[in-house]
């Protein structure tokens, strides 16, 4: 992570893409597992982390909440989901289905906090010239 205020919103976004990378891990091995006996699918809890983090900072404004956060506690983090839950009879608890379109708008998540990671870069480039 770079330490300066010019990149605070970068470093957000960085955690952010991070995030969703493990999720579109976890994901995948939801689906690898999907015939698994017994396998219940994991997910990503990241956006409501980062939220309370943005939150605890007591500012009022989303620029000074961005400059302040503690980014050592927005973590990504695995969990079991719905670890009583089996709607199949070998208790496995993965929707293939459900599991794919999570797949795509994951996707599609990573590549708009890529994409805004590069717009801040290009930003840096037109002020610095």
Known sequence: MINTN?????????????AAWTRNETIANNIANASTPNYK??????????????????????????????????EANVYTDAKNF????????????TENVAMAENQIKYQGLINSINNQFKNLQIVMK
């Open 86 to 97: 089996s709607y199949r009879l070998d208790g496995n608890n993965v929707d293939i289905d």
């Open 41 to 74: 699918r994991q997910d990503v809890s990241f956006e409501s982390n980062l939220q309370k983090a943005l939150l605890a900072t007591g500012e009022d404004s989303l620029g000074n909440m961005v400059k302040n956060v503690n980014l050592n506690k927005v």
């Open 6 to 18: 010019v990149f605070d919103y970068v470093n957000i976004l960085d955690k952010a893409a991070d």
